[in-house]
């Protein structure tokens, strides 16, 4: 078992920056992909960024390309979302997410393990 645990949510004002971090224990060695997903009340559960474990490779949502940044740190089994240029559209409940297959997907049904999330909110 993986256990995904979030935290850097808040308010903010637009245009400002929050970093968001996962930490994962347990069965870490079986995970090869994560991913922050967002969820806004009364929509889906969308993807925002994913990072593969190994390679690093990135990808991000069109939204949120040149204004967010994934990372991790594989040492620490932490996994990081820079969000800077924060709109009031990027408002939603953050959920770090991660996956036993090598490949980065963007839909939320191919993760097996989810974090609590944490609520960002971005004031106009």
């Known amino acids: 078992q993986v256990e995904l645990v979030e935290s850097g949510g808040g308010l903010v004002q637009s245009g400002g920056s929050l970093r968001l971090s996962c930490e994962a224990s347990?069965?870490?060695?079986?995970?090869?992909?994560m991913g922050w997903f967002r969820q806004a009340p009364g929509k889906e559960r969308d993807f925002v960024a994913g990072?593969?474990?190994?390679?690093?490779?990135?990808y991000y949502t069109d939204s949120v390309k040149g204004r967010f940044t994934i990372s991790r740190d594989n040492a620490e089994m932490t996994m990081y979302l820079q969000m800077n240029t924060l709109k009031p559209e990027d408002s939603a409940v953050y959920y770090c997410a991660a996956r036993r297959g090598i490949l980065v997907k963007i839909v939320s049904n191919q993760y097996d393990y989810w974090g609590q999330g944490t609520q960002v909110t971005v004031s106009s």
């Open positions: 990072i593969s474990w190994s390679s690093g490779s990135t």
């Open positions: 347990g069965r870490t060695d079986s995970i090869y992909a």
